[in-house]
């Protein structure tokens, strides 16, 4: 409990300092860390809050983005010209923003939880206009109003499970026994909506690629890598009150397909990149809705390495940003004459396209190995065509940018360290699963 | 206590009623206006039911709808609106087409949740009726607000109208405790405040062609 209580203190005390946040921030990111080893040994029972094996490892996902987007911040938001709001409040957001997602995760209750994912909404918000402009105004406005609206629905589904249960405790009612009645089956649908708005389902995504591709780099790797998620873990909290497997695999199934062919037309990389955050949290969402040991751990596993992958993708997408000023692929071209950016752009492309050895390949392969043991052969042969597609459009549109025509940027105002970073970690998740887990597969 | 459902039930029409008012106005200081006066009619409800059923957290309910939702939220979107005339009005609008619209959308949508899910569901405090048809009514009108409007304020209404809904549907099926409503309350407030900043910066929105896709 008390370890619980300071996860959630330590980046608030941290922001106290504020005309030192930059540094307060990424030395409460490490403390944090250390404090998730200490959480893993002693996992928290019922209680307030609630950590078993998997929110432990979404807090992981959570904090290691958290401290790398810290880290990317320093050269990338001080570099900003026309910045909406000032260094140090963007800092002070990042760490809310960091407190209410870990909140939404250890909690022990279905209501606060969805007041953690409200939270999420309010204090990410401002983060979007750090690069202010017309069109980064508008992408902000698009992701508050469709996603509070959104996350309303699933306010619903908190007051039917409270109505059916006379409880919101997740411990009290998951371990209460499958309950079938029309209010838990509502409950459930419901939030399949609510917070499906928040993990990227179709057709309620469309906020997903407007806010990724105007929000900083750093922002937009928080987002994708970290942010879904959480929203994805909350959602799956309610789907194990009563697992309504056929409709969440549809669902997933269906906006696999559309991301894959969203992906076939984009001219704006940061926008492809958003796409693909669609069809990797769709994917992991059909995991989780198979309800199988393999689909879990696949899930799991795809999550993991697409976080670190992702954000490795934005934090190249940033470094683009800055040395081209353009995010359009057909403008850029000849970035294999900058040997670190391209680099951690096709290794970070690799991982979020699930290409082996990396962690997302052997995770959409557990996850197609359960869905083909639950005999939905239909969503199977659909799952694999749009990942095919998915896989051909990104690294085409990448090797373009890599390989085509000549450049003359330069990475000397850039930080190419952390993206290569992410990339590589990627890899190691891959790598350590099939060394140390190898039996599974 | 038939009397106090009965009027309760026709406050929760005159609730409807007021959604669909917002709906139909275009003086944006008005619909702010018609949005406090709902939350006082949702308050309402709240303390009759209290009364009825002897509940102190319906009265709680209440007093937090009243100052929260009434008073500051009604407070903090006034405030924004700008004095500029072209603001306070929204011309661009078919109001008969609107309401149209606005009504086939909404009985498609009733008919799709209530008629084959929430009718089956017993309310605690009005059981064998369909008092929640009335919320289910005020959520999609809200939608609809969202969907239907360009300014930036008009969405937020719709927005606050959804949220007044969730409330209404609570009181009538059972109230959650009354400390995650306090959040959830708390966070739209705040919500608000941050829909009120955006709002000066971008009144109104068009489509944007980097946007697209």
Redesign the interface.
């Known amino acids: 409990m008390i370890v619980n209580i300071l996860i959630l203190i330590i980046p608030l005390i941290a922001s106290i300092f504020y005309k030192n946040i930059k540094n307060s921030s990424a030395i409460a990111s490490i403390i944090e860390l250390f404090l998730l080893v200490f959480l893993y040994f002693n996992e928290t029972g019922p209680g307030f809050f609630f950590v078993d094996n998997i929110s432990i490892i979404f807090i992981l996902m959570v904090d290691s983005i958290y401290l790398l987007s810290l880290l990317y911040s320093r050269k990338y938001v001080h570099s900003i010209k026309n910045r909406g709001i000032s260094e140090n409040f963007y800092y002070l957001l990042m760490n809310f923003f960091y407190v209410s997602m870990v909140f939404a995760l250890m909690v022990n209750n279905y209501g606060f939880m969805w007041v953690g994912i409200e939270t999420t909404t309010i204090s990410s918000a401002l983060l979007l206009i750090t690069e202010k402009s017309d069109t980064s105004l508008e992408a902000t406005w698009r992701y508050i109003i469709i996603v509070s609206a959104g996350v309303t629905f699933a306010f619903i589904s908190v007051i039917l499970i409270y109505y059916s249960f006379h409880t919101l405790t997740v411990t009290t009612i998951i371990y209460s026994g499958v309950k079938d009645t029309v209010a838990v089956r509502l409950a459930v649908g419901i939030a399949l909506v609510g917070f499906g708005t928040k993990v990227g389902v179709f057709p309620v995504h469309t906020w997903l690629p407007d806010a990724h591709s105007e929000a900083p780099s750093p922002v937009s790797a928080m987002f994708s890598g970290v942010l879904l998620p959480v929203a994805l873990y909350v959602l799956y909290r309610i789907y194990e009150i009563f697992p309504l497997r056929e409709l969440f695999v549809w669902a997933g199934t269906i906006s696999v397909l559309f991301a894959a062919i969203f992906l076939g037309y984009q001219r704006n990389y940061k926008r492809m990149f958003a796409y693909s955050t669609m069809e990797n949290m769709n994917i992991a969402l059909i995991g989780l809705s198979t309800f199988t040991y393999f689909g879990m751990i696949g899930s799991l596993l795809l999550l993991l390495s697409h976080s670190f992958g992702k954000a490795g993708a934005f934090y190249s997408s940033g470094n683009i940003y800055k040395m081209s000023d353009t995010k359009n692929i057909a403008d850029i071209g000849g970035l294999i004459n900058n040997r670190m950016s391209s680099v951690s752009l096709l290794l970070s492309s690799f991982a979020v396209t699930g290409t082996p050895p990396y962690g997302t390949f052997f995770g959409e392969f557990l996850i197609l190995y359960s869905v083909f043991q639950i005999h939905f052969y239909a969503q199977f042969i659909i799952i694999v065509l749009s990942l095919f597609l998915a896989f051909v459009s990104i690294n085409f549109n990448v090797s373009k940018m890599i390989f085509r025509g000549k450049s003359d940027y330069s990475e000397n105002s850039v930080s190419t360290l952390i993206p290569l970073i992410a990339a590589i970690i990627s890899i190691a998740v891959g790598v350590v699963f099939l060394v140390v887990y190898n039996e599974i597969l | 206590m038939n009397i106090i459902y009965t009027i309760i039930y026709l406050i929760a029409a005159l609730i409807t009623i007021t959604g669909f008012y917002i709906q139909g106005n275009k003086y944006i200081r008005s619909m702010a206006m018609t949005q406090g006066f709902q939350s006082l009619l949702i308050a309402m409800v709240s303390f009759m039911l209290g009364f009825a059923l002897k509940e102190y957290t319906f009265f709680i309910l209440g007093i937090l709808v009243i100052i929260l939702r009434m008073f500051l939220v009604t407070y903090f979107l006034i405030n924004k609106i700008p004095k500029n005339k072209s603001y306070v009005y929204e011309s661009k609008i078919s109001t008969t087409y609107l309401l149209i619209m606005d009504l086939i959308f909404i009985i498609i949508s009733i008919f799709i949740v209530y008629s084959v899910?929430?009718v089956?569901?017993k309310t605690?405090t009005f059981p064998a009726s369909n008092i929640l048809l009335f919320p289910l009514l005020l959520?999609f009108q809200?939608?609809f607000l969202?969907s239907s409007r360009r300014r930036?304020m008009a969405?937020?209404l719709?927005?606050i109208e959804?949220?007044n809904a969730?409330i209404l549907?609570?009181v009538f099926?059972?109230p959650?405790?009354m400390i995650?409503e306090t959040?959830?309350f708390l966070?739209v407030l705040?919500?608000v405040v941050?829909?009120s900043?955006?709002s000066i910066?971008?009144p109104v929105?068009e489509k944007?062609e980097?946007?697209r896709?």
């Open positions: 899910s929430f089956y569901i605690t959520f809200g939608l969202i930036t969405q937020v719709g927005y959804e949220e969730l549907l609570g099926i059972l959650v405790p995650i959040s959830v966070d705040i919500l941050i829909f900043v955006i910066e971008k929105h944007m980097e946007l896709g």
